[in-house]
């Protein structure tokens, strides 16, 4: 057949793959495609073995004669010429990308330079590629790049292979810069694991051997832009030259220099470690200049690249440069370019112009040292143009709203090194630390200006975005910390003027303003006040830890008895108007501050004078009085925005942070306010707790109230008194009669909240002491309430609520659940396990669930609870299990029961499914294991099979924490059938006369155990769980090698046989110049294996693993993966 025809045949069948009609169409014409040029790496998706049958509809059709991954190669070049398609250009090069990374390590010598030479001559003879093809080709050839660095010497020459281009037309210029872009970019790209190692030697030759070359070519073409010396020949070629020179300077400029695997160029943090070989370049007098020269001729977008590429260069490290000269000559060219930027406002129309330039200033400020710009001729002038520009940008929010965070980074690093620089002459002291009050007043005056315009025109408002909005006002807080009195000074006078509108407003309130007029008026002031308080907050929490004066603390002292005087008539006006006046960013601010506040002064020794200015307008003289203001502030919030589940958990948060240390949860201890949330926890003014959607908020409220009661050791008598409030509620249900009350809507929110917070308050409890008494109070007694709620509302949510309340109390967390040796509880508990279980399986199996949106809250969820909860259990090591074998107690046989027929009910692909339900049968099946299913006395065969097919699916999870259960389940199971035949043979052989021997034998076979009876009626079970273990280990990219080695070991000893069988198949599959090689590594993975399920031998396989995967790794190996026919 015509090479023109099975040319027309691909460029149709690419055509179809990138333009196709369905998905089902396009999978037809990938699996055509892929059976044309196979990578022989892997069946499905990226590669067909020749081996396999065509695929439908191509019968007859041409194809090319292929029999090895080199023939591959060379059809993909053949097509590749043959057709100017750019859908067939973009086929060939992504399949021949696939078929290096499988294959490269395989092709011969000649092959290698063949392909490297061939991409270089296809891109010289079509510089009209489209520009998503050249890319690719420019990846291929940095891919070759890198695989060869280490044994090519040819490949070492890009810089010179390149060159050929820059020597012919402008086209292939400009062709041969945007090779290099994608080279320079691609040899720096982060790596797979399994090539890891290759890929950072090929980084680090690159970098010492081609990177400062290319650097130089793409530099002096940026110099011929700008002199206009390449005489263009067609419209656009300057454009895309530019773009092209600015993205190879720029990857150059962000290469990973010292192979941390750091995008520099996204990182605002850090210096860039230039090597020592550019330092004529860096030292050049025009070099700097140049891109200053670059940013003004360039328009947008090129013109922001060019800045961009000043902001590396401005954070090139110091020592880079051969002395001070030097260096001063380079940080000189910096401050002039900026200088003359502010100057003429060159470019700052543009956004990104704008931005690039913010980030400028404070990465230079990162990397050059104040002293050392401070004897920089024109430094005043400098820093002035800087501070006029800063000001001019605060004020311009809605221009650049993104840019703040750069230009308040400036000054806070400027600050900072005014803290340890002394000798900086006073005249520049004193101009800087007027340029931070400033600084200060016009970030603080501009946001609360702000406030209007984003209201009125419904703007994004950074009081939105609490965690980005502190990062910023962090910044703000370390510039107002260097001139403290000045900068909180600033911040009063424009406090000071919205309290009074403030106050007049609220006098108006009961006057003739109109309700609407008057709301929003609040708004505005509220809104603003949020910005201050925020504010204040972070000037608070700025406060050093061993560098504050009394001075300082005192300015925080009146700082914040303005909060608190803010904070009263804002609670006067709720008390007034009710939740009409509520505003959720003013009240988010005060929690925000009284955190801060906590931070700095709740706890410390130090700061007494914080409590001066308190003490006179408060009489707050010292952190409990303190601690009882913040506690009134969280009542009032639990009280007045039970419809807000944001405040109330930011609310809880404060709450718990202030509960969390050990000096002051004893001082939140002892306060009166806490007392009273104590002793009245379920008071009905606390609203939130009438609110159904609060669920997880009081949770963490009982939280807090358990750290808080048992703050104090002697608390038995509180205790008591904390958990009469549940036992009306609990002895109101007990008082019930029938499932019929049980089921009554009261009823169910009454058990929903009972036991949603009888959980949260059990959960931080860590001491058996502690413990013991939320036992004894709520054990027996008060069981039985929660068997019959079950009873009644199995299998709904509500019963998802019980059950998990039920999992918090069996879980033996810090072995809070040892009881004495004599005690009955663990056996009574487990007994109440069974119960629950069946009670819920019960009810779980007689209910079908058909819709799947429905599957997992009203089955799924509880059967995983339920598993959790015998987890649990099993694995306390609480619970005497040989007791209930012993007396043959039904509770475990029904309990073990129900189990099995939960887990039937859940097919495997629903198992797999639902992540929750994933980790807690696997968590469940790993303790199950571990000694008690080897004691169940018969299993059926079906329940049987879905464990091992269930142990099967997991060790295939992509989820470490699955598998990792999964292996450890296959791993129990292995051990003991081992040792069952140890035992045996141990036994036959030590019986002295054959009559004996078969009579112990007879009566000793480990077949008299149902597990390996059943591993002999299925005899597929064991070689199919050994192959998906091996698969995994020989062809899957995972980091679980260790757990996985530990059943494959175990399955290895009784399946030695078999694994002859399946390493022969494996060597067999691979490529014939392969098998050698692979072969002798699989025998090494058995080198001194004793074949014991001792430690050592398990210890030493595992070794052999991880040898077996390194070696495959360093040699850039991929094995060729069996068929699905072999099993």
């Known amino acids: 057949m015509a090479q023109d025809e099975r040319t027309a045949y691909y460029a149709a069948l690419c055509e179809q793959l990138y333009n196709p009609k369905s998905p089902q169409d396009r999978e037809q014409v990938q699996k055509m495609l892929e059976y044309s040029f ?15 049958p065509r695929p439908p509809g191509m019968e007859g059709c041409p194809t090319f004669a292929i029999t090895n991954p080199t023939d591959t190669a060379s059809a993909l ?62 990846a291929v050839f940095a891919l070759l790049t890198r695989l060869g660095w280490l044994d090519m010497e040819d490949y070492r020459n890009v810089h010179q292979d390149i060159g050929q281009f820059f020597q012919a037309s402008v086209d292939h210029r400009i062709v041969g810069m945007q090779i290099l872009a994608i080279v320079v970019q691609d040899i720096n790209a982060p790596t797979s694991p399994r090539n890891s190692a290759k890929f950072r030697k090929a980084a680090a030759g690159f970098r010492d051997n081609e990177l400062f070359d ?52 996204g990182e605002d943090i850090g210096t860039v470690q230039i090597p020592t070989s550019w330092r004529p370049i860096f030292e050049d007098e025009n070099f700097v200049p140049t891109f200053f020269n670059a940013y003004r001729e360039f328009s947008p977008p090129h013109s922001s690249k060019a800045m961009g590429c000043l902001v590396q260069i401005a954070s090139t490290r110091k020592a880079l440069f051969h002395g001070e000269g030097e260096r001063s000559k380079f940080v000189v060219a910096m401050m002039q370019g900026i200088r003359d930027i502010i100057l003429t406002s060159h470019g700052m129309n543009d956004a990104d112009n704008y931005n690039e330039f913010c980030r400028l200033l ?21 820093i002035e143009r800087i501070a006029e520009f800063t000001s001019q940008a605060l004020q311009s929010w809605k221009w650049a709203p993104n840019t703040a965070t750069y230009l308040l980074g400036f000054w806070a690093r400027t600050v900072h090194s005014m803290n340890y620089y002394h000798q900086l002459g006073e005249a520049t002291v004193q101009k800087l630390e007027n340029i931070t009050v400033e600084v200060t007043r016009t970030y ?185 203001v913040i506690m009134r502030k969280i009542i009032g919030n639990l009280q007045y925005w039970g419809d807000n589940e944001q405040v109330i958990r930011r609310t809880l948060e404060l709450f718990n942070e202030l509960a969390s240390g050990y000096s002051a949860l004893k001082n939140l201890r002892k306060i009166e306010t806490t007392q009273l949330i104590l002793q009245n926890h379920m008071s009905s003014e606390f609203t939130f707790l009438e ?5 997880q908020n009081r949770m963490l409220y009982y939280q807090v109230l358990c750290k808080i009661l048992f703050a104090e050791e002697d608390c038995e008598r509180e205790f008591y008194a904390f958990m009469k409030a549940f036992e009306i509620r609990l002895e109101s249900l007990a008082t019930l009669n029938s499932m019929d009350a049980f089921r009554q809507e009261p009823v169910r929110r009454a058990l929903q909240d009972i036991f949603r917070d009888l959980r949260g308050f059990i959960s931080p409890i860590q001491s058996r002491r502690n413990f013991s008494l939320f036992f004894d109070w709520f054990y027996p007694e008060y069981m039985p309430i929660l068997l019959r709620a079950l009873e009644a509302w199995s299998p709904s949510p509500v019963a998802n609520t019980l059950l998990k309340f039920f999992a918090e109390f069996v879980h033996n967390k810090s ?81 073990f029961s129900m189990m099995f027929q939960l887990m039937l009910s859940i097919p495997q692909d629903d198992l797999m499914t639902f992540p929750k339900l994933t980790r807690a049968f696997f968590s469940m099946l790993d303790d199950f294991t571990h000694e008690q299913l080897m004691a169940v006395p018969n299993l059926s065969p079906d329940v049987f099979l879905y464990l091992m097919q269930a142990c099967e699916q997991g060790v295939e999870s992509s989820e470490s924490w699955i598998r990792s259960h999964a292996c450890s389940t296959v791993n129990n199971i292995a051990s003991y059938v081992i040792k069952e035949y140890e035992k045996a043979e141990i036994r036959n052989s030590s019986a002295a006369d054959p009559v004996a021997r078969r009579r112990s034998s007879a009566s000793s076979q480990p077949a008299g155990h149902w597990l390996i009876g059943y591993l002999t009626q299925f005899p597929r ?24 080695s530990r059943p494959l070991y175990a399955l290895m000893l009784l399946q030695k046989e078999y694994v002859v069988e399946y390493t022969t198949q494996v060597i067999n599959q691979q490529l014939p110049e392969r098998r050698e090689y692979v072969a002798k590594a699989l025998n090494n993975l058995m080198d001194g294996i004793g074949w014991t399920l001792c430690t050592k031998d398990r210890e030493r396989f595992s070794q052999n693993i991880s040898a077996f995967r390194r070696e495959l790794s360093m040699n850039n190996v991929v094995l060729v993966p069996l068929s699905l026919a072999f099993t």
């Open 214 to 265: 290319i650097f130089q070519v793409a530099f002096k073409t940026l110099e011929g832009l700008l002199h206009h010396t390449v005489p263009f020949e067609k419209p656009g070629q300057e454009e895309r030259m530019r773009d092209a020179t600015l993205n190879v300077l720029m990857r150059c400029l962000s290469y990973d220099f010292v192979g941390t695997s750091l995008d520099e160029a």
């Open 691 to 695: 609110n159904e959607k609060h669920g």
């Open 444 to 628: 603080i005056s501009a946001n609360v200006d702000s406030v209007p315009t984003r209201i009125e025109e419904m703007l994004d408002d950074p009081l939105d975005s609490e965690e980005s909005l502190a990062e910023t006002l962090n910044m703000l807080g370390q510039i107002a910390r260097y001139k403290y009195q000045e900068s909180s000074a600033c911040l009063v006078t424009i406090f000071d003027p919205i309290a009074i509108q403030y106050q007049e407003l609220i006098a108006q309130a009961g006057s003739n303003i109109a309700a609407g007029e008057f709301k929003e008026a609040l708004d505005v002031i509220e809104t603003k006040f949020a910005w201050l308080v925020y504010i204040i907050a972070l000037f608070v929490g700025n406060r050093p830890a061993y560098l504050s004066s009394d001075e300082m603390d005192s300015i925080d002292g009146e700082l914040t008895t303005k909060i608190l005087q803010l904070m009263d008539a804002s609670q006067a006006l709720q008390v007034q108007h009710g939740s009409a006046v509520l505003n959720q960013k003013l009240d988010s601010a005060f929690i925000y501050f009284f955190q801060q506040f906590r931070k700095s002064y709740i706890g410390e020794a130090t700061g007494k004078a914080v409590y001066s200015k308190l003490t006179e307008v408060f009489g707050i003289s010292d952190q409990v009085l303190m601690l009882n």
């Open 362 to 382: 404070y990465r230079f400020r990162n990397a050059a040292p104040l002293n050392e710009m401070v004897e920089k001729p024109g430094y005043s002038e400098w």
């Open 815 to 895: 072995q809070r659940l040892n009881f004495e040796i004599s005690s009955p509880n663990g056996i009574l508990i487990f007994r109440d396990t069974s119960q629950i279980i069946s009670t819920y399986g019960r009810h779980a199996l007689e209910q079908q669930v058909t819709d799947d949106s429905r599957k997992y809250l009203y089955k799924y969820k509880g059967i995983s609870i339920c598993f959790t909860i015998l987890s649990r259990c099993l694995g306390g090591r609480y619970i005497n299990f040989g007791v209930f074998w012993l007396y043959q107690d039904k509770a475990i046989d029904e309990v």
């Open 38 to 52: 196979p990578t022989f790496a892997d069946e499905a998706g990226t590669g067909i073995d020749s081996g396999k």
């Open 1021 to 1044: 079970v064991l070689p199919s769980l050994l192959t998906t273990l091996f698969n995994l280990i020989l062809f899957d990219e995972n980091n679980d090698q260790w757990a996985l």
């Open 77 to 138: 070049r053949v097509l590749l010429q043959s057709s100017p398609n750019p859908f067939v250009q973009t086929f060939c090069l992504s399949r021949l990308k696939q078929l290096i990374t499988a294959q490269f390590s395989i092709f011969s010598i000649e092959t290698k330079l063949q392909l490297r030479t061939f991409l270089l001559e296809y891109a010289f003879l079509h510089t009209d590629l489209q520009s998503f093809v050249l890319s690719q080709l420019a």
